[in-house]
């Protein structure tokens, strides 16, 4: 309980015949203390939530409130509904803090930073008993990311937008990340999809993908001439010489 205080100085009363001071008086010469202090000791420039509007008046941005002047606000700064606001924004930065990120998730493409194309050896074999002819590929992976592994498809010349189409040939397309995809040109034959004709396999210690495939003859020909050299395109396009009987 505050003890009544002896303002002599107050107006409407004379030098030495003041009475108690009242609890609005008591009030008002508290927060001009206050004021005082805080003008002394306060820096404004680092306060966060002060802010001078286009108006001229000063504002509180964490209590939404607006102050004539400067002495003003800093009273406001020692009030009770300021220094609530403080101990409860300081309680939830203190939770935000502590709770644990969440892995993030997206159902969009994965982004992986590509380091150029994979080494590879092309092979031209023929099976000795049926004398069919086949492409054996392989290609190596040595800085392929772990539980990745290489995919492959077949792609119709007319499929693709980089080169002219050309009938007789199509796309063998291998990808694996962090690598860039590679498309060799092959012929555009049907592809022998029987058992022992149609061969993967990728060893994941040495990180080399192999790949083994048979062409079913249409007629008894030899296999269309394949390009020496690769376009200028995005992708790698590769190919042999053609096969000899």
Known sequence: HLAKMDFQNRVGHKFGTGGPATDQE?????????????????????????????????????CLTLHTNEGSY???TQGKKHQINLARRAAKEKQDATVQPQPQTSSGPRKTVKIGRPGYR??????????????LFEVE?????????????FMSAY???????????????????????????????????????????WDAQRKVFTMQVFFKDREVQDLPALPQ???STNLAFHGGGSMMR
């Open 26 to 62: 008591i009030a008002a010469d508290r927060r001009e203390r206050l004021r005082k202090l805080a003008l002394e000791t306060i820096d404004l420039s680092k306060d966060p939530y002060f802010m001078r509007n286009h108006l001229g008046s000063y504002e509180c941005k964490l």
């Open 74 to 76: 800093l009273a406001h």
């Open 122 to 135: 092309v092979t031209k074999e023929r099976d000795a008993d049926s004398q069919q002819k086949a492409l």
């Open 141 to 153: 992976y040595p800085e392929a990311l772990e539980r990745v592994k290489p995919r492959h498809r």
């Open 159 to 201: 499929e693709q937008k980089v080169e002219a189409p050309e009938t007789n040939f199509q796309y063998l397309l291998l990808a694996c990340e962090p690598y860039e995809t590679i498309a060799f040109k092959v012929p555009n034959m049907e592809i022998d999809k029987n058992e022992n004709r149609f061969y993967i396999n």
């Open 229 to 231: 050299r690769s376009g």
